[in-house]
């Protein structure tokens, strides 16, 4: 600085006007919602619970009442006795214990293969990596109901009708899981990671172990409940390939639905039986889910 800018006054040197610094929100606050976003998902939560509460309410009543004009808007008191008719006429012991042994094992084996699969295309580097992914991604667009006839012969060669691998085999992976998780890693895991870790010696099945599924985590529990709820609501593939004898709950359900005059109420009944064990364990594993949903987000 020179001796001329030293001996101006202090207003007449700094005449450049200051630069606010903007305003950052602190760590730890949370935005509040106004009383419009309360009315506006109150409007959404009422109606997507809406034709749960309305298979409550038609399952606890008669078949005669349901017939009537206006129809019920409240709860009856036969609820447990069409429930106890249709657990019984359906024989949902057995298609509960085939629909869990089904979904379960394509919910696993989708999400390890899926997971492994989105790795390979989101962060490895290997020939014809690019025709693979849109093959992949192309057999999203066919209709399932094309290939019911090929995978049905397919199936009957191997001796496996009426029996549960018919039903699990077809579904393992998925193109939409792989696709799924290759977008997903390919934000969520960094590559220096991958790098550090083979640095540090780590073999392929450990950099998978301990890297790749700690940072897949949210998005595997995410498609796991996406799996595991088609897999127990799947009916067109399970009712050619399974029959009464060995069901499950959507084959077992069918049958409630046969006969001149079929019971109304025992049909809902059934029907909120098989819908039962979906809301028990969205119950149980939804914070945990979301969680994961949150914390996938904030990662990203």
Same mark, same amino acid.
């Given at each position: 600085?020179?001796?001329?800018?030293?001996?101006?006054?202090?207003?007449?040197?700094?005449?450049?006007?200051?630069?606010? +610094?903007? +305003?950052?929100?602190?760590?730890?606050?949370?935005?509040?919602?106004?009383?419009?976003?309360?009315?506006?998902?109150?409007?959404?939560?009422?109606?997507?619970?809406?034709?749960?509460?309305?298979?409550?309410?038609?399952?606890?009543?008669?078949?005669?009442?349901?017939?009537?004009?206006?129809?019920?808007?409240?709860?009856?008191?036969?609820? &447990?006795?069409?429930?106890?008719?249709?657990?019984?006429?359906?024989?949902?012991?057995?298609?509960?214990?085939?629909?869990?042994? $089904?979904?379960?094992?394509?919910?696993?084996?989708?999400?390890?293969?899926?997971?492994?699969?989105?790795?390979? &295309?989101?962060?490895?580097?290997?020939?014809?990596?690019?025709?693979?992914?849109?093959?992949?991604?192309?057999?999203?667009?066919?209709?399932?109901?094309?290939? %019911?006839?090929?995978?049905?012969?397919?199936?009957?060669?191997?001796?496996?009708? @009426?029996?549960?691998?018919?039903?699990?085999?077809?579904?393992?992976?998925?193109?939409?899981?792989?696709? &799924?998780?290759?977008?997903?890693?390919?934000?969520?895991?960094?590559?220096?990671?991958? !790098?550090?870790?083979?640095?540090?010696?780590?073999?392929?099945?450990?950099?998978?172990?301990?890297?790749?599924?700690?940072?897949?985590?949210?998005?595997?529990?995410?498609?796991?409940?996406?799996?595991?709820? &088609?897999?127990? @609501?799947?009916?067109?593939?399970?009712?050619?390939?399974?029959?009464? !004898? @060995?069901?499950?709950?959507?084959?077992?359900?069918?049958?409630?639905?046969?006969?001149? %005059?079929?019971?109304?109420?025992?049909?809902?009944?059934?029907?909120?039986?098989?819908?039962?064990?979906?809301?028990?364990?969205?119950?149980?594993?939804?914070?945990?889910? $979301?969680?994961?949903?949150?914390?996938?987000?904030?990662?990203?």
């Amino acid at each position: 600085m020179t001796a001329s800018e030293l001996t101006r006054p202090r207003a007449e040197q700094d005449v450049s006007p200051k630069r606010e +610094r903007p +305003r950052v929100m602190g760590a730890g606050k949370q935005l509040h919602a106004g009383p419009l976003t309360y009315v506006v998902l109150s409007v959404f939560a009422l109606v997507s619970l809406a034709p749960l509460v309305w298979t409550a309410i038609a399952a606890s009543r008669t078949d005669r009442r349901l017939a009537q004009t206006p129809p019920p808007l409240w709860f009856g008191g036969n609820l &447990f006795k069409n429930m106890e008719r249709a657990w019984e006429e359906a024989g949902l012991g057995t298609a509960m214990l085939n629909t869990t042994l $089904v979904a379960g094992t394509i919910t696993i084996s989708t999400v390890l293969f899926a997971t492994l699969a989105g790795f390979a &295309f989101a962060k490895l580097r290997f020939r014809f990596s690019g025709v693979l992914l849109l093959l992949t991604i192309g057999t999203m667009m066919i209709p399932p109901q094309l290939a %019911v006839v090929p995978l049905y012969l397919w199936m009957a060669d191997l001796g496996w009708s @009426n029996q549960l691998q018919t039903v699990i085999l077809p579904t393992l992976c998925t193109a939409f899981g792989t696709f &799924f998780m290759r977008q997903y890693l390919l934000q969520a895991l960094p590559g220096e990671l991958i !790098e550090a870790a083979r640095v540090d010696g780590a073999s392929s099945l450990r950099v998978v172990w301990h890297v790749v599924f700690p940072a897949a985590r949210p998005a595997m529990a995410v498609l796991g409940l996406l799996t595991f709820v &088609f897999a127990w @609501n799947d009916f067109l593939w399970p009712i050619i390939a399974l029959n009464q !004898e @060995n069901p499950t709950v959507q084959v077992a359900l069918n049958s409630l639905g046969t006969g001149y %005059v079929p019971d109304q109420a025992v049909i809902m009944a059934g029907a909120l039986l098989g819908t039962l064990p979906l809301l028990i364990a969205f119950l149980l594993f939804g914070k945990q889910i $979301v969680g994961g949903i949150m914390q996938g987000a904030i990662k990203g």
